[in-house]
């Protein structure tokens, strides 16, 4: 069974500019999430989705993030502009509720920020 | 305070040691348990639950003190391949029945040949 999928792998960008951040869940998890994680620290979350509703987007820095889960499967999360404090390795997750089941990671994608 | 909290680490233990890791949760309400693992650039992956009665998965042992609000995770006969982060975490209910991951900073593990 494919696990979650992740691109790009690696992104490098000036501050300032847009980037967009893909990810596919595990086929049949209706629960997504985004996470960033900081060096030497661990994942924080983002956003959460169930199926293509946002139900808890509080840690989200909502003037420059965004995501969208429009049919209730894949994913996109954006950033603009970037800024040097946003370069991390962003990781999505799926379950297949948002109850007591195991999250899946995805490989993630590290964003340099110069 | 941090919500999870865990031994700063690094950890560098030779082969065969017996090592063992503790973690610090700050929300009483926390009601579930677990020790990720995540191999250097690479995605956090569930080692083990812990339950309050203590349990056990070949050389890896996990215990939980609710009262004191402790989490632990002893890895005996350290092999090369359990070099790797170790990341604590607890699940809080986020309402209708719905739960958030918390993950403390994790702990690096080295084994030395």
């Known amino acids: 069974e494919a696990g979650v999928v992740q691109s790009p792998r690696y992104k490098i960008i000036e501050k300032k500019q847009p980037v967009a951040f893909w990810c596919n869940p595990i086929?049949?998890?209706?629960?997504l999430y985004w996470y960033r994680q900081n060096l030497g620290q661990g994942p924080e979350l983002l956003i959460r989705?169930?199926?293509?509703?946002?139900?808890?987007d509080s840690q989200l820095p909502k003037d420059r993030f965004s995501a969208e889960r429009l049919k209730g499967v894949d994913s996109t999360l954006k950033i603009q502009p970037a800024e040097l404090g946003d370069s991390a390795v962003y990781l999505c997750?799926?379950?297949?509720?948002?109850?007591?089941?195991?999250?899946?990671f995805g490989p993630g994608t590290r964003l340099l920020v110069l | 305070r941090k919500e999870v909290e865990q031994d700063p680490g690094p950890f560098n233990v030779p082969e065969g040691a017996t090592v063992a890791f503790n973690c610090t949760y700050s929300?009483?309400?926390?009601?579930?348990f677990f020790w990720y693992r995540q191999d250097c650039r690479k995605e956090p992956k569930l080692l083990m639950s812990?339950?309050?009665s203590g349990n056990e998965d070949g050389r890896f042992t996990a215990q939980l003190n609710r009262a004191s609000q402790y989490i632990s995770l002893l890895i005996r006969d350290s092999k090369l391949s359990d070099s790797a982060t170790y990341l604590c975490?607890?699940?809080?209910?986020?309402?209708?029945?719905?739960?958030?991951?918390?993950f403390g900073k994790g702990t690096k593990l080295s084994v030395i040949p």
């Open positions: 989705y169930e199926n293509e509703e946002a139900v808890d």
């Open positions: 086929s049949g998890h209706n629960t």
């Open positions: 929300n009483s309400a926390s009601q579930s």
């Open positions: 812990v339950y309050s």
């Open positions: 975490v607890v699940r809080v209910g986020s309402g209708a029945g719905s739960y958030q991951l918390t």
């Open positions: 997750a799926s379950s297949l509720g948002s109850g007591s089941e195991t999250q899946y």
